[in-house]
């Protein structure tokens, strides 16, 4: 019996990261030499302090099911954070907690389109971001991020694509995969279209905001008057713990979308992981000397793989304000941007993602993540180089 599949399935999109690594660890068990640039990811360890909170929490029985919209603690604690941290004022009601920062993208799709009505993302931009508009039956509607532009908005070319159908838009700075940042102006501006309107919602993604070099500030449009009841914020801990595997993410938002979010919760995941949030109460309240030392970190990789790829000829390179990727322009060499991830993969030894993989208008780049060694990067750019000579 063949079971019948309904027709949404063919709107879901992926996430190519995880097929590029498949690949590459097919060729590094066949004996070929890589360095993965690919994943988005911190390569450094949970804190110490946060590992501890965990295990002591399993052995005081925090293993068992919590409210759908998390621990009371941990919401207190979260809405402690934004308030301080945005300038805001966020109460526990406002927060609902998930396994993930992704399911409060789903769940801002589930919440608020209906079919046909548009979403404004960035693209390139998170793939997710398209995939959750088109299958829930909205229509993405793409800013483009170009180069010329430091890879943020412009706003002229933003207002011709706000109409009456706009329903959402997505903002995400500093941003994956190009490392632009959104400033207070752009926002300013933004936020300038979003009430003139009372049908607009705004879902900020500031999961790097953290990660910022060479004295910028993260700035939340839900700080600027009159947009906090209109923005969802989504945050989480994957990035600035390094706690990828943990899945622990949440969004702040009004009270009503935080209600049919608890319910997408209940129907969803019941709740996230009890012990997984009672470290979390210890990330954001315990000490942070790690996760500078990782900001500091990334900032030295990034300027050696910038100033390393821009050395290389035919590739540039702008420097990203935060995150940790770089999102070079490969344009000179005669290939679409997944053949260069290809021939990168297989000639190089090296596994990035091709531009593409976040969008149309990413092509003729490649993303690399930096979230790896010094050692790495200078190997992976002397790899690069020397595979490109063959290609000029």
Not at 169 to 178: D, G, K, R, V, W
Request: glycine residues 8%.
């Amino acid at each position: 019996m063949q079971i019948r599949l309904a027709d949404r399935l063919s709107r879901l999109g992926t996430e190519t990261a995880f097929e590029v690594l498949a690949k590459a660890k097919a060729l590094e068990a066949k004996g070929k030499d890589m360095v993965h640039l690919e994943i988005g990811e911190p390569d450094f360890d949970t804190p110490k302090n946060i590992r501890e909170a965990a295990k002591k929490a399993i052995d005081e029985g925090w293993t068992h099911y919590g409210p759908s919209a998390g621990l009371p603690a941990h919401r207190a604690a979260i809405a402690e954070y934004i308030s301080k941290t945005r300038g805001i004022n966020v109460l526990p009601e406002n927060v609902v907690v998930t396994p993930g920062a992704k399911p409060i993208i789903f769940y801002t799709m589930l919440t608020v389109l209906k079919p046909r009505d548009e979403v404004i993302y960035p693209n390139p931009g998170f793939p997710i971001y398209e995939s959750m508009i088109k299958f829930v039956s909205g229509i993405p509607v793409p800013i483009p991020l170009r180069e010329e532009n430091d890879f943020t908005f412009d706003i002229k070319e933003f207002k011709k694509l706000v109409t009456p159908n706009t329903k959402v838009i997505i903002l995400n700075s500093p941003q994956n995969p190009t490392g632009g940042v959104l400033s207070r102006k752009v926002l300013e501006e933004i936020a300038d279209i979003v009430l003139e309107r009372d049908d607009i919602v705004v879902l900020s993604d500031e999961v790097y905001s953290r990660m910022l070099y060479d004295g910028e500030k993260h700035f939340s449009i839900a700080s600027i008057p009159g947009m906090k009841d209109r923005t969802i914020i989504i945050d989480g801990y994957s990035k600035t713990y390094a706690m990828t595997g943990w899945r622990a993410g949440y969004g702040v938002m009004n009270r009503e979308y935080a209600g049919w979010m608890t319910k997408l919760m209940t129907n969803s995941n019941s709740c996230t992981a009890s012990f997984t949030q009672i470290a979390c109460i210890e990330a954001l309240k315990g000490d942070q000397s790690e996760v500078d030392k990782m900001v500091a970190e990334f900032s030295r990789r990034r300027d050696v793989i910038v100033e390393g790829l821009n050395k290389i000829p035919g590739v540039k390179c702008k420097k990203p304000k935060g995150a940790f990727y770089v999102f070079p322009n490969f344009s000179e060499f005669a290939m679409k941007s997944k053949e260069m991830e290809e021939f990168l993969l297989e000639e190089a030894g090296v596994a990035a993602l091709a531009g593409t993989s976040f969008g149309d208008y990413g092509e003729g780049y490649v993303r690399f993540s930096y979230a790896n060694s010094v050692e790495n990067i200078k190997k992976a750019l002397s790899k690069i180089e020397t595979a490109l000579k063959r290609l000029r």
